[in-house]
């Protein structure tokens, strides 16, 4: 037993060690898939292990098979093995959209050093009714009440909202030992970005990454097709939808539009035969808003939290009443007339 209970122990560790390797790898990597084999499996395996080690712990101490102190750290251990995967699984599936995207965004959403390190480095916080806001330089008041705007409003699309609403770090001190970049990573309560001042709202910034935030917590473990994920956010950032179709039409006449089934992956979202993730941001954003337009948010909210890479074209046939050919063809047809132009076509095959 006692043979087994450390060899069991040893397994949890290695397991949890490689999966926070693995975490911290990605998180500095986020441009990479996460891996099956050294996210998921090692998480699995950590969390199985490290619950069986502390099982096995405590019934070793109970039989007095083992020394106390050592059946003790045997079975601590365990519980430190798997307490940071049990976190991240349980996060999963009540406010994120799937395990490997709370696996890249573990570290900074709840290891307590990085937010200690936050709060250090902006140690200036605002509370308003429905954010906490860090930062150094202090927020103009009508950005704030842009904060809340967006909160109002995007309650009423979405019909929930965040947990303990949100807490927003704005990076305005230029503070890069935080290691979070410039603006990103949307999951759950926790927003970090560049102040607004400094964003173009067609180059993303606060408000597309709280639009993340609301649409993440009704997932319910749901891994939305990238296409809509960031076409979502686009299309909540405050960039002018005329805007958007114009950025679509350019992507056309270069060569670097896609059918949208092409975008729905992380891979071919970000495809470079197809001009990278801008252009994929440029037709979620335009795509999306079109839909919100014209069909209102009910249907959307529909699609996006029934639709996976695999059923996409039948849920968009089912919510919308069009084959998804159809919806596409339409949807070019407006950025036509929008621009006087005679009719516009995807052009993937001209950039191999």
Not at 322 to 346: C, D, K, N, V, Y
Request: one cysteine or more; glycine letters at 8%; aromatic letters at 10%.
């Amino acid at each position: 037993m006692r043979v087994l209970l450390r060899v069991l122990a040893s397994g949890a560790v290695v397991a949890s060690a490689i999966w926070w390797i693995a975490a911290v790898w990605d998180f500095e990597h986020p441009q990479v898939a996460p891996s099956l084999l050294t996210n998921t499996t090692t998480m699995l395996a950590a969390v199985l292990l490290g619950l069986l080690v502390l099982l096995l712990g405590g019934l070793v101490l109970l039989l007095g098979q083992e020394r106390r102190y050592s059946a003790i750290a045997l079975a601590l251990s365990g519980l430190l093995s798997a307490a940071g995967p049990i976190w991240v699984v349980g996060d999963t599936f009540t406010s994120l959209n799937d395990w490997d995207f709370a696996n890249r965004t573990f570290l900074t959403a709840y290891l307590p050093a990085v937010a200690f390190l936050m709060d250090r480095e902006l140690p200036q916080t605002d509370h308003v009714p429905h954010f906490v806001i860090h930062h150094a330089d202090p927020v103009p008041a009508w950005e704030v009440a842009d904060l809340e705007r967006q909160w109002q409003r995007l309650s009423r699309l979405t019909g929930s909202e965040p947990r303990n609403g949100i807490v927003l770090y704005l990076n305005d001190t230029g503070a890069d030992a935080l290691g979070i970049g410039h603006h990103g990573a949307a999951y759950g309560p926790l927003v970090i970005a560049l102040p607004l001042t400094l964003v173009d709202p067609c180059s993303g910034g606060s408000l597309h990454e709280i639009a993340h935030a609301f649409m993440y917590v009704q997932s319910k473990g749901n891994t939305f097709p990238q296409l809509l994920d960031e076409g979502w956010a686009v299309a909540n950032q405050g960039c002018p939808e005329h805007t958007l179709d114009q950025q679509v039409l350019a992507d056309i006449e270069s060569g670097l539009m896609p059918p949208l089934e092409d975008r729905l992956t992380d891979a071919g979202f970000r495809a470079a035969r197809y001009g990278g993730a801008n252009t994929g941001y440029d037709a979620g954003g335009s795509f999306v808003s079109w839909l919100l337009t014209r069909y209102g948010a009910a249907r959307f909210m529909s699609f996006i939290n029934s639709a996976t890479v695999a059923s996409f074209q039948t849920r968009a046939h089912v919510v919308y009443g069009a084959p998804l050919a159809s919806l596409e063809a339409t949807w070019l047809s407006h950025i036509a007339r929008e621009f006087g132009m005679r009719a516009l076509a995807f052009t993937s095959d001209r950039n191999p």
